[in-house]
């Protein structure tokens, strides 16, 4: 099978238009009819229902449109990480938003004075396992409370939860609150939202947002929030991850790194 054919059948499977499809691809309508139709035959499986005035995904061209969009993202993995290869050795490092000046920028800082290290990019997105997956990054810094399936995983540390209330919400003045307490709350989300964290604590302080998050976050909260521990919801990691492959050779002294940064902070903390 080609490229090509897998690509001219998302096309029609996503458009559910021939004429619509062939425009996106930029060809004309009988070529990408007769694909489809030797594409099937060769199958041997119909994977459109085809009327004068619709066309619509068979059980079998579901399957296979969800089977073809892995191949096509695979194909752009493979041509993303090699292209990368060619280039000079770079160490891209992905996390979620707004966790740049705290510990992160600390380890790479680190890192950076190590002979052997290799310039970081860094890469924001609340999808850190997407990034890690389709090769736009080597390593990423992020909470988990399970299994990261496929990736590797260094622990750095083991971080509590709290809620972010506004101050004169009747909750804000306790010192412990319940995760059931906060399931009756009208404002109260089970995830943060994929926003920055100056957003959040913007909605939290105008009412509009009651959320959990790490204990990290309190000395970036600033005075318009409160943050009240919740000591039933599950403790998070906050955990290195990558791709467990080893093709970055640069990844492993970035996380003796970020081991040692963590430990060093908590020799401090011991101290005090």
Not at 59 to 80: I, N
Request: aromatic share 4%.
């Amino acid at each position: 099978m080609e490229t090509r054919e897998v690509e001219y059948f998302v096309a029609v499977a996503e458009e559910l238009h021939f004429g619509r499809a062939a425009e996106r691809l930029g060809i004309a309508q009988p070529p990408l009819s007769r694909t489809i139709g030797r594409l099937e035959r060769r199958l041997g499986v119909r994977l459109f229902e085809r009327t004068s005035r619709r066309v619509d995904l068979t059980d079998a061209g579901g399957v296979f449109l969800a089977e073809c969009r892995r191949v096509l993202d695979a194909m752009d993995t493979a041509v993303r990480r090699t292209r990368r290869a060619a280039q000079q050795q770079r160490l891209v490092v992905t996390t979620r938003p707004g966790t740049g000046p705290g510990l992160l920028a600390e380890v790479v800082r680190a890192y950076e004075r190590l002979p052997g290290a290799v310039p970081v990019d860094v890469v924001f997105t609340h999808d850190q396992l997407g990034a890690l997956r389709n090769g736009a990054a080597d390593v990423a810094l992020m909470c988990s409370r399970g299994d990261l399936g496929e990736m590797a995983t260094a622990d750095l540390a083991e971080e509590s939860s709290v809620v972010l209330l506004p101050p004169d919400h009747r909750l804000a003045k306790r010192s412990a609150v319940t995760l059931a307490e906060l399931t009756r709350e009208d404002a109260y989300l089970e995830f943060p939202p994929p926003d920055p964290l100056d957003k959040i604590v913007d909605l939290v302080s105008f009412g509009r947002l009651i959320v959990v998050v790490g204990a990290s976050v309190t000395n970036r909260i600033g005075d318009s929030v409160v943050a009240v521990p919740v000591p039933d919801v599950p403790a998070t990691r906050l955990v290195l991850a990558w791709p467990d492959d080893g093709r970055n050779t640069a990844g492993p002294l970035f996380v003796r790194t970020a081991q040692a940064v963590v430990a060093g902070r908590a020799a401090l903390d011991r101290a005090f």
